[in-house]
Protein backbone atom coordinates (compact mmCIF):
# COMPACT_ATOMS: atom_id res chain seq x y z
CA UNK A 1 0.00 0.00 0.00
CA UNK A 2 3.00 1.86 -0.25
CA UNK A 3 1.84 3.46 -4.00
CA UNK A 4 0.77 7.04 -4.04
CA UNK A 5 -1.58 5.59 -6.80
CA UNK A 6 -3.46 2.92 -5.22
CA UNK A 7 -3.80 5.10 -2.26
CA UNK A 8 -5.65 7.53 -3.69
CA UNK A 9 -7.84 4.87 -5.61
CA UNK A 10 -8.75 3.30 -2.39
CA UNK A 11 -9.38 6.81 -1.14
CA UNK A 12 -11.94 7.90 -3.51
CA UNK A 13 -13.17 4.02 -4.24
CA UNK A 14 -13.81 4.27 -0.58
CA UNK A 15 -15.25 7.98 -0.30
CA UNK A 16 -17.91 7.29 -3.11
CA UNK A 17 -19.34 3.70 -1.95
CA UNK A 18 -19.72 5.51 1.53
CA UNK A 19 -21.16 8.03 0.34
CA UNK A 20 -23.92 6.17 -1.88
CA UNK A 21 -23.81 3.44 0.62
CA UNK A 22 -25.45 5.72 3.52
CA UNK A 23 -27.83 7.57 1.10
CA UNK A 24 -29.20 3.86 -0.02
CA UNK A 25 -29.22 3.07 3.82
CA UNK A 26 -31.31 6.08 4.52
CA UNK A 27 -33.83 5.49 1.23
CA UNK A 28 -34.17 1.32 2.40
CA UNK A 29 -34.48 2.87 6.44
CA UNK A 30 -37.88 5.64 4.94
CA UNK A 31 -38.91 2.86 2.89
CA UNK A 32 -38.66 0.20 5.38
CA UNK A 33 -41.53 2.31 7.42
CA UNK A 34 -44.12 1.95 4.37
CA UNK A 35 -46.31 5.35 3.35
CA UNK A 36 -47.41 7.59 6.78
CA UNK A 37 -50.95 7.04 8.33
CA UNK A 38 -51.51 10.41 6.71
CA UNK A 39 -51.55 9.23 3.11
CA UNK A 40 -53.51 5.84 4.13
CA UNK A 41 -55.96 6.47 6.78
CA UNK A 42 -57.84 9.02 3.98
CA UNK A 43 -57.87 6.63 1.21
CA UNK A 44 -59.01 3.96 3.38
CA UNK A 45 -61.96 6.27 4.20
CA UNK A 46 -62.64 6.94 1.00
CA UNK A 47 -63.05 3.91 0.12
CA UNK A 48 -65.25 2.49 2.99
CA UNK A 49 -67.79 5.74 2.15
CA UNK A 50 -67.58 4.41 -1.50
CA UNK A 51 -68.81 0.54 -0.33
CA UNK A 52 -71.27 1.74 1.81
CA UNK A 53 -72.79 4.03 -1.04
CA UNK A 54 -73.04 1.21 -2.98
CA UNK A 55 -75.11 -1.39 -0.82
CA UNK A 56 -77.03 -3.00 -0.86
CA UNK A 57 -76.11 -3.45 -4.56
CA UNK A 58 -73.11 -5.53 -5.90
CA UNK A 59 -69.85 -4.32 -5.09
CA UNK A 60 -66.93 -4.05 -7.53
CA UNK A 61 -64.21 -6.60 -7.49
CA UNK A 62 -61.41 -3.89 -7.73
CA UNK A 63 -62.61 -2.74 -4.34
CA UNK A 64 -61.25 -5.84 -2.69
CA UNK A 65 -64.03 -6.15 -0.12
CA UNK A 66 -65.01 -9.32 1.82
CA UNK A 67 -67.83 -9.51 4.21
CA UNK A 68 -68.00 -11.21 7.28
CA UNK A 69 -69.69 -11.44 10.99
CA UNK A 70 -67.16 -9.90 13.04
CA UNK A 71 -64.12 -7.28 12.35
CA UNK A 72 -60.47 -8.57 11.07
CA UNK A 73 -58.12 -10.37 13.43
CA UNK A 74 -54.75 -9.18 14.51
CA UNK A 75 -53.80 -6.36 16.90
CA UNK A 76 -55.83 -2.92 16.61
CA UNK A 77 -53.68 -0.20 15.25
CA UNK A 78 -55.40 2.58 18.04
CA UNK A 79 -53.98 5.47 16.23
CA UNK A 80 -54.88 4.96 12.70
CA UNK A 81 -58.34 3.47 13.77
CA UNK A 82 -58.94 6.63 15.69
CA UNK A 83 -57.93 8.85 12.81
CA UNK A 84 -60.29 6.71 10.66
CA UNK A 85 -63.11 6.92 12.87
CA UNK A 86 -62.47 10.61 12.71
CA UNK A 87 -62.51 11.24 8.95
CA UNK A 88 -65.81 8.98 8.93
CA UNK A 89 -67.35 10.86 11.06
CA UNK A 90 -66.37 14.59 9.32
CA UNK A 91 -67.76 12.81 6.05
CA UNK A 92 -71.44 11.73 7.66
CA UNK A 93 -70.93 7.99 8.52
CA UNK A 94 -71.91 6.99 12.67
CA UNK A 95 -69.91 4.04 12.11
CA UNK A 96 -67.42 2.05 13.87
CA UNK A 97 -64.33 1.27 11.86
CA UNK A 98 -61.13 -0.64 12.83
CA UNK A 99 -57.86 -0.99 11.39
CA UNK A 100 -55.54 -3.99 12.40
CA UNK A 101 -52.13 -5.74 11.84
CA UNK A 102 -52.51 -9.35 9.90
CA UNK A 103 -51.18 -11.80 12.15
CA UNK A 104 -49.43 -13.79 9.71
CA UNK A 105 -47.95 -11.51 7.15
CA UNK A 106 -47.00 -8.03 6.42
CA UNK A 107 -49.95 -5.71 5.83
CA UNK A 108 -52.68 -4.15 7.46
CA UNK A 109 -57.24 -4.54 7.03
CA UNK A 110 -59.57 -2.23 7.92
CA UNK A 111 -63.01 -3.04 9.25
CA UNK A 112 -66.16 -1.15 9.30
CA UNK A 113 -69.60 -2.27 11.04
CA UNK A 114 -72.37 -1.85 8.80
CA UNK A 115 -75.97 -1.21 9.29
CA UNK A 116 -76.88 -4.89 8.92
CA UNK A 117 -74.34 -5.44 11.49
CA UNK A 118 -71.83 -7.48 9.35
CA UNK A 119 -68.13 -5.83 8.85
CA UNK A 120 -66.77 -4.76 5.70
CA UNK A 121 -63.67 -5.66 5.27
CA UNK A 122 -60.92 -4.02 3.09
CA UNK A 123 -57.43 -4.88 2.05
CA UNK A 124 -55.02 -2.00 2.66
CA UNK A 125 -52.62 -1.45 -0.02
CA UNK A 126 -48.71 -3.04 1.34
CA UNK A 127 -45.77 -1.69 -0.54
CA UNK A 128 -43.36 -4.65 -0.20
CA UNK A 129 -39.46 -4.76 -0.33
CA UNK A 130 -38.19 -6.53 -2.96
CA UNK A 131 -37.33 -10.06 -3.05
CA UNK A 132 -34.01 -11.05 -2.38
CA UNK A 133 -33.44 -7.14 -0.72
CA UNK A 134 -29.88 -8.04 0.06
CA UNK A 135 -28.93 -9.55 -3.07
CA UNK A 136 -30.25 -6.82 -4.72
CA UNK A 137 -28.70 -4.45 -2.40
CA UNK A 138 -25.57 -6.00 -2.94
CA UNK A 139 -25.46 -5.93 -7.15
CA UNK A 140 -26.39 -2.50 -6.29
CA UNK A 141 -23.46 -1.57 -4.01
CA UNK A 142 -21.22 -4.21 -6.75
CA UNK A 143 -22.13 -1.62 -9.91
CA UNK A 144 -21.25 1.26 -7.30
CA UNK A 145 -17.80 -0.11 -6.74
CA UNK A 146 -17.28 -1.02 -10.27
CA UNK A 147 -17.94 2.57 -11.41
CA UNK A 148 -16.21 4.29 -8.65
CA UNK A 149 -13.19 2.26 -9.24
CA UNK A 150 -12.95 3.02 -12.78
CA UNK A 151 -13.64 6.98 -12.36
CA UNK A 152 -10.98 6.32 -9.73
CA UNK A 153 -8.81 5.36 -11.83
CA UNK A 154 -9.09 7.56 -14.51
CA UNK A 155 -8.29 10.55 -11.88
CA UNK A 156 -5.52 9.06 -10.09
CA UNK A 157 -3.84 8.65 -13.08
CA UNK A 158 -4.41 12.03 -14.28
CA UNK A 159 -3.51 13.74 -10.34
CA UNK A 160 0.02 11.61 -10.97
CA UNK A 161 0.65 12.17 -14.30
CA UNK A 162 3.00 14.86 -13.53
CA UNK A 163 4.80 12.68 -10.70
CA UNK A 164 5.03 10.04 -13.56
CA UNK A 165 6.47 12.67 -15.69
CA UNK A 166 9.42 13.54 -13.02
CA UNK A 167 9.86 9.36 -12.26
CA UNK A 168 10.35 8.79 -16.15
CA UNK A 169 12.68 12.43 -16.72
CA UNK A 170 15.40 10.69 -13.72
CA UNK A 171 15.35 7.20 -14.86
CA UNK A 172 16.44 8.82 -18.10
CA UNK A 173 19.61 11.16 -16.92
CA UNK A 174 22.36 10.45 -19.01
CA UNK A 175 26.20 9.56 -17.98
CA UNK A 176 26.57 13.59 -18.35
CA UNK A 177 23.89 14.54 -15.83
CA UNK A 178 21.86 15.87 -17.90
CA UNK A 179 17.76 15.20 -18.17
CA UNK A 180 16.29 14.53 -21.25
CA UNK A 181 14.02 16.86 -22.85
CA UNK A 182 10.37 16.68 -21.65
CA UNK A 183 7.52 18.06 -24.19
CA UNK A 184 5.59 21.01 -22.59
CA UNK A 185 2.03 20.28 -23.60
CA UNK A 186 -0.95 18.77 -21.27
CA UNK A 187 -2.60 20.52 -18.16
CA UNK A 188 -1.19 23.64 -16.70
CA UNK A 189 0.21 21.58 -14.00
CA UNK A 190 1.72 19.22 -16.10
CA UNK A 191 3.20 22.09 -18.50
CA UNK A 192 4.48 23.84 -15.54
CA UNK A 193 6.41 20.58 -14.07
CA UNK A 194 7.95 19.86 -17.65
CA UNK A 195 8.94 23.58 -18.19
CA UNK A 196 10.74 23.59 -14.82
CA UNK A 197 12.40 20.26 -15.29
CA UNK A 198 13.63 21.51 -18.79
CA UNK A 199 15.53 24.60 -16.67
CA UNK A 200 16.92 22.15 -14.72
CA UNK A 201 18.15 20.33 -17.65
CA UNK A 202 19.78 23.25 -19.34
CA UNK A 203 21.59 24.36 -15.89
CA UNK A 204 22.67 20.54 -15.13
CA UNK A 205 24.69 20.95 -18.68
CA UNK A 206 26.05 24.52 -18.53
CA UNK A 207 27.20 23.20 -14.87
CA UNK A 208 28.78 19.61 -16.52
CA UNK A 209 30.07 21.88 -19.44
CA UNK A 210 31.40 24.11 -16.76
CA UNK A 211 32.98 22.14 -14.56
CA UNK A 212 34.59 19.79 -17.80
CA UNK A 213 36.15 22.89 -19.55
CA UNK A 214 37.55 24.01 -15.83
CA UNK A 215 39.35 20.51 -15.06
CA UNK A 216 40.90 20.25 -18.88
CA UNK A 217 41.78 23.86 -18.50
CA UNK A 218 43.50 23.42 -14.99
CA UNK A 219 45.16 20.40 -16.42
CA UNK A 220 46.50 21.43 -19.71
CA UNK A 221 47.70 24.84 -17.62
CA UNK A 222 49.76 23.03 -15.46
CA UNK A 223 52.04 22.07 -18.08
CA UNK A 224 53.31 25.29 -18.84
CA UNK A 225 55.15 25.78 -15.54
CA UNK A 226 55.59 22.09 -15.21
CA UNK A 227 57.79 21.84 -18.11
CA UNK A 228 59.48 25.07 -16.88
CA UNK A 229 60.20 23.91 -13.74
CA UNK A 230 61.46 20.83 -14.80
CA UNK A 231 64.05 22.44 -16.84
CA UNK A 232 65.46 24.25 -13.97
CA UNK A 233 65.98 21.61 -11.64
CA UNK A 234 68.38 19.54 -14.33
CA UNK A 235 70.21 22.44 -13.03
CA UNK A 236 70.02 21.82 -9.34
CA UNK A 237 72.75 19.81 -7.51
CA UNK A 238 70.64 18.94 -4.30
CA UNK A 239 67.70 17.42 -3.91
CA UNK A 240 67.62 17.01 -7.89
CA UNK A 241 65.89 13.51 -7.83
CA UNK A 242 63.20 14.75 -5.75
CA UNK A 243 62.34 17.50 -7.57
CA UNK A 244 61.66 15.72 -10.39
CA UNK A 245 59.72 12.80 -8.88
CA UNK A 246 57.13 15.97 -7.86
CA UNK A 247 57.39 16.97 -10.92
CA UNK A 248 56.29 13.38 -12.49
CA UNK A 249 53.74 12.97 -9.66
CA UNK A 250 52.23 16.75 -10.90
CA UNK A 251 52.14 15.09 -14.66
CA UNK A 252 50.68 12.35 -13.91
CA UNK A 253 47.78 14.31 -11.69
CA UNK A 254 47.35 16.53 -15.05
CA UNK A 255 46.64 13.89 -17.28
CA UNK A 256 44.48 11.77 -15.28
CA UNK A 257 42.32 14.74 -14.94
CA UNK A 258 42.22 15.66 -18.74
CA UNK A 259 41.40 11.61 -19.31
CA UNK A 260 38.33 11.98 -16.86
CA UNK A 261 37.06 14.76 -18.90
CA UNK A 262 37.67 12.78 -21.76
CA UNK A 263 35.86 10.05 -20.99
CA UNK A 264 32.48 11.91 -20.08
CA UNK A 265 32.81 13.56 -23.43
CA UNK A 266 34.52 10.92 -25.66
CA UNK A 267 32.07 8.06 -25.54
CA UNK A 268 32.29 5.12 -27.49
CA UNK A 269 29.46 2.73 -29.11
CA UNK A 270 27.35 0.56 -27.16
CA UNK A 271 27.80 -2.97 -28.43
CA UNK A 272 27.79 -6.83 -27.42
CA UNK A 273 30.85 -7.91 -25.84
CA UNK A 274 32.26 -10.91 -24.57
CA UNK A 275 33.39 -10.07 -21.39
CA UNK A 276 35.10 -13.74 -20.65
CA UNK A 277 37.29 -12.96 -23.83
CA UNK A 278 38.25 -9.41 -23.00
CA UNK A 279 38.87 -10.31 -19.28
CA UNK A 280 41.49 -12.70 -20.23
CA UNK A 281 43.19 -10.56 -22.77
CA UNK A 282 43.14 -7.98 -20.03
CA UNK A 283 44.75 -10.73 -17.77
CA UNK A 284 47.23 -11.39 -19.97
CA UNK A 285 48.35 -8.15 -21.13
CA UNK A 286 48.83 -7.36 -16.81
CA UNK A 287 51.13 -10.25 -16.61
CA UNK A 288 53.22 -9.27 -19.54
CA UNK A 289 53.78 -5.96 -17.75
CA UNK A 290 55.23 -7.53 -14.30
CA UNK A 291 51.54 -7.51 -12.25
CA UNK A 292 50.84 -10.60 -10.41
CA UNK A 293 47.39 -11.55 -12.09
CA UNK A 294 45.96 -14.72 -12.10
CA UNK A 295 42.60 -16.11 -13.47
CA UNK A 296 39.95 -18.38 -11.59
CA UNK A 297 36.85 -19.44 -12.65
CA UNK A 298 35.39 -17.73 -16.08
CA UNK A 299 32.26 -18.28 -17.35
CA UNK A 300 31.06 -17.42 -20.76
CA UNK A 301 29.03 -14.26 -21.04
CA UNK A 302 28.09 -11.09 -22.65
CA UNK A 303 27.60 -8.04 -21.99
CA UNK A 304 26.21 -4.51 -23.16
CA UNK A 305 29.15 -1.53 -23.32
CA UNK A 306 31.90 0.04 -25.16
CA UNK A 307 34.82 -1.94 -25.86
CA UNK A 308 37.65 0.76 -24.88
CA UNK A 309 35.81 2.43 -22.00
CA UNK A 310 35.10 -1.08 -20.39
CA UNK A 311 38.58 -2.23 -21.07
CA UNK A 312 39.76 0.76 -19.34
CA UNK A 313 37.71 0.56 -16.50
CA UNK A 314 38.79 -3.45 -16.07
CA UNK A 315 42.44 -2.39 -16.37
CA UNK A 316 42.24 0.34 -13.94
CA UNK A 317 40.18 -2.24 -11.33
CA UNK A 318 42.79 -4.82 -11.99
CA UNK A 319 46.15 -2.83 -11.89
CA UNK A 320 44.76 -0.98 -8.42
CA UNK A 321 44.66 -4.72 -6.96
CA UNK A 322 47.57 -5.80 -8.40
CA UNK A 323 49.24 -2.80 -7.14
CA UNK A 324 47.83 -2.13 -4.12
CA UNK A 325 46.80 -5.38 -3.03
CA UNK A 326 50.11 -7.16 -3.77
CA UNK A 327 48.45 -9.72 -6.18
CA UNK A 328 45.27 -10.51 -7.47
CA UNK A 329 42.58 -13.22 -8.95
CA UNK A 330 40.29 -12.37 -11.83
CA UNK A 331 36.54 -14.62 -11.66
CA UNK A 332 33.42 -14.30 -13.48
CA UNK A 333 30.18 -15.74 -12.74
CA UNK A 334 27.14 -15.93 -14.50
CA UNK A 335 23.93 -16.16 -11.72
CA UNK A 336 20.67 -14.78 -12.47
CA UNK A 337 21.05 -13.06 -16.06
CA UNK A 338 23.68 -11.10 -14.71
CA UNK A 339 27.46 -11.02 -15.08
CA UNK A 340 29.55 -10.66 -11.95
CA UNK A 341 33.27 -10.52 -11.84
CA UNK A 342 35.57 -10.53 -8.81
CA UNK A 343 39.00 -9.19 -8.45
CA UNK A 344 40.29 -9.94 -5.48
CA UNK A 345 43.73 -9.60 -4.05
CA UNK A 346 45.78 -10.33 -0.90
CA UNK A 347 46.62 -6.69 0.44
CA UNK A 348 45.92 -4.79 3.83
CA UNK A 349 42.29 -3.72 2.08
CA UNK A 350 40.50 -0.27 3.22
CA UNK A 351 39.67 0.61 6.72
CA UNK A 352 36.42 0.38 6.75
CA UNK A 353 35.36 4.19 7.81
CA UNK A 354 37.50 5.08 4.06
CA UNK A 355 36.00 2.38 2.10
CA UNK A 356 33.08 4.81 1.05
CA UNK A 357 35.04 6.83 0.11
CA UNK A 358 37.84 4.99 -1.95
CA UNK A 359 35.43 6.11 -5.77
CA UNK A 360 36.72 9.81 -4.91
CA UNK A 361 38.59 11.55 -6.88
CA UNK A 362 42.66 11.31 -5.91
CA UNK A 363 41.51 9.00 -2.93
CA UNK A 364 44.65 7.23 -1.27
CA UNK A 365 44.56 5.27 2.24
CA UNK A 366 47.99 6.06 2.94
CA UNK A 367 49.02 9.73 1.48
CA UNK A 368 52.56 9.07 2.29
CA UNK A 369 52.77 5.70 -0.49
CA UNK A 370 52.70 8.30 -2.95
CA UNK A 371 56.82 8.62 -3.75
CA UNK A 372 56.27 4.82 -3.73
CA UNK A 373 53.15 3.93 -5.83
CA UNK A 374 52.68 5.86 -8.62
CA UNK A 375 49.39 7.25 -9.76
CA UNK A 376 46.77 10.19 -9.71
CA UNK A 377 44.42 8.49 -7.59
CA UNK A 378 41.78 8.51 -10.16
CA UNK A 379 42.07 5.52 -11.23
CA UNK A 380 38.79 3.72 -9.14
CA UNK A 381 37.39 7.25 -10.28
CA UNK A 382 37.50 6.94 -13.90
CA UNK A 383 36.33 3.32 -13.61
CA UNK A 384 33.47 3.61 -11.57
CA UNK A 385 32.49 6.54 -14.21
CA UNK A 386 32.61 4.03 -16.80
CA UNK A 387 30.91 0.75 -15.48
CA UNK A 388 27.95 2.87 -14.23
CA UNK A 389 27.71 5.09 -17.42
CA UNK A 390 26.70 1.49 -19.13
CA UNK A 391 24.68 0.38 -16.57
CA UNK A 392 26.75 -1.73 -14.18
CA UNK A 393 27.69 -1.16 -10.71
CA UNK A 394 31.45 -1.56 -9.25
CA UNK A 395 31.64 -1.79 -4.82
CA UNK A 396 34.36 -2.62 -2.71
CA UNK A 397 34.64 -5.10 -0.09
CA UNK A 398 37.28 -5.80 2.25
CA UNK A 399 37.84 -10.14 2.63
CA UNK A 400 37.54 -11.77 5.49
CA UNK A 401 40.85 -12.94 6.42
CA UNK A 402 42.74 -9.78 4.77
CA UNK A 403 42.56 -8.44 1.37
CA UNK A 404 40.36 -6.50 -1.09
CA UNK A 405 37.78 -7.69 -3.01
CA UNK A 406 36.20 -5.43 -5.97
CA UNK A 407 32.85 -7.00 -7.38
CA UNK A 408 31.99 -5.62 -10.80
CA UNK A 409 28.14 -6.47 -12.13
CA UNK A 410 26.84 -6.01 -15.49
CA UNK A 411 23.13 -7.47 -17.04
CA UNK A 412 24.36 -10.31 -18.63
CA UNK A 413 23.00 -10.43 -22.94
Not at 81 to 104: E, Q
Not at 125 to 146: C, Q
Not at 183 to 189: I, Q, T
Request: aromatic share 4%; hydrophobic share 45%.
Amino acid sequence: MNSLRRRLILLLVASIVGVVGLATAAVISVRGGGPPPELVVPWVAQQMELVVRLLPGPIPDVLRVQFSDRPANGKVDRQETAMLNDLLRRRGFDALAVISDKPDEPGQRASMRLPDSRWAVLEIAHIDPPKREWLVLAGWISLIVAGATAVSVYFTAVLIRPLEMLEATVSKIGSDGVLAPVPEVGSAEVKATAHALNQLSSRLKTAMESRMRLVAAAGHDLRTPMTRMRLRAEFLDEERDKWLHDLDELDRIADSAIRLVREEVNQDAVEPLDLEKMVRDISAEMATLGHSVSIGHLDKVSVRAGALGLRRALRNLIVNAATHGKACTVALDLADRRAVLSISDVGPGIPPDLINKAFEPFFRVDPGRQQFIPGAGLGLAIAKEIIERYGGTVTLENRQGGGLEQTVVFAAV
